[in-house]
């Protein structure tokens, strides 16, 4: 392999991961801001705090690098048993941590227990969506596996 | 490029391709010669034997040393997986990680898996990865894409 692609490969691989660590970011925020906004409507206000919003993402955005350098590149599209399962809720708790140091949710000791649960509901969810994504994924392999070797046995 | 072509009365009808770096031009001839070409010759033990492609699983490199992989048997080829992966990507077989190269035909099935990998259990049983590197790749071969390697 020549220099020149051998950095490339570098930075396909770093372009990759970062990638996933941006898109997990919109993702969680796009859920944590769904259960900020509904704790809001419910206490009767239409107003979301735009710096709780900053927060928001960036805990997000430091949680995808949590998870790939620190939690030996924790993917919770893999699966959701053993070790995964305590990163799981490792990460449920820093989120549920970091949520009552900034007070999103007005130090009110249920919603955070609400929310620490929510967030594990999260991280299923996500699971299931790439799990049923590779099922999908795995039945078009197949089908164009096969498609491939009868070319080939009707070339032949 | 210069070509000489000598008739000969004994030996066996050989064909030698010098090169210095890999054109399209060479490229092409490979790809003309692979069409022709059905088996390779490898060594069991101390005796050296010809193989036949179809016969292959897979291809792997391991300290430097090149095997081929049957049902049955395991040869140990003289070649350089580089130079297998320019002969034979021209038909059903494919590049699927740095040491190894798989037999498309002899593919029971395909599973995908996390990080983009895809696991390919061979006809015997086995299950050979194929990296994230190569992975799309092999789905654009699957789909009837070209890939030269």
Redesign the interface.
């Known amino acids: 392999m020549g220099k020149h692609s051998k950095l490339l490969s570098i930075w396909e691989h770093y372009l990759t991961k970062e990638i996933g660590i941006e898109f997990k970011a919109c993702l969680y925020f796009f859920c944590i801001l769904f259960f900020y906004s509904v704790y809001r409507v419910i206490g009767g206000s239409l107003e979301a705090n735009i710096i709780h919003m900053a927060e928001m993402i960036c805990l997000t955005y430091i949680m995808g690098y949590v998870q790939v350098y620190l939690l030996s590149n924790f993917d919770e599209g893999e699966q959701l048993k053993g070790k995964n399962f305590f990163y799981t809720i490792l990460c449920s708790v820093i989120y549920t941590g970091i949520s009552y140091i900034c007070k999103w949710f007005d130090r009110n000791l249920w919603v955070y227990i609400g929310f620490a649960l929510y967030i594990v509901v999260v991280y299923i969810c996500a699971f299931l969506v790439y799990k049923y994504k590779r099922r999908l994924d795995e039945k078009h392999l197949n089908a164009d596996l096969k498609a491939f070797q009868e070319r080939r046995k009707q070339n032949e | 490029m210069k070509y000489t072509i000598r008739q000969i009365t004994e030996g066996e009808d050989e064909m030698i391709l010098q090169y210095r770096e890999m054109t399209p031009e060479i490229e092409h001839i490979l790809k003309l010669l692979n069409k022709t070409q059905t088996k390779l010759t490898g060594w069991v033990g101390k005796n050296l034997t010809v193989l036949e492609l179809n016969r292959i699983l897979y291809i792997e490199s391991v300290d430097g040393k090149t095997f081929a992989y049957t049902k049955e048997e395991v040869f140990r080829l003289d070649y350089l997986l580089s130079s297998l992966e320019q002969i034979l990507s021209g038909i059903?077989f494919f590049r699927c990680s740095k040491s190894m190269i798989v037999n498309?035909?002899k593919?029971e099935?395909?599973?995908?898996?996390?990080?983009n990998r895809?696991d390919a259990t061979m006809c015997n049983g086995e299950h050979i990865i194929i990296s994230?590197?190569y992975a799309s790749a092999f789905?654009k071969?699957?789909?009837?894409g070209v890939y030269l390697g």
């Open positions: 059903n498309i035909d593919v099935s395909l599973k995908s898996l996390p990080s895809i994230r590197t789905r071969r699957l789909k009837g």
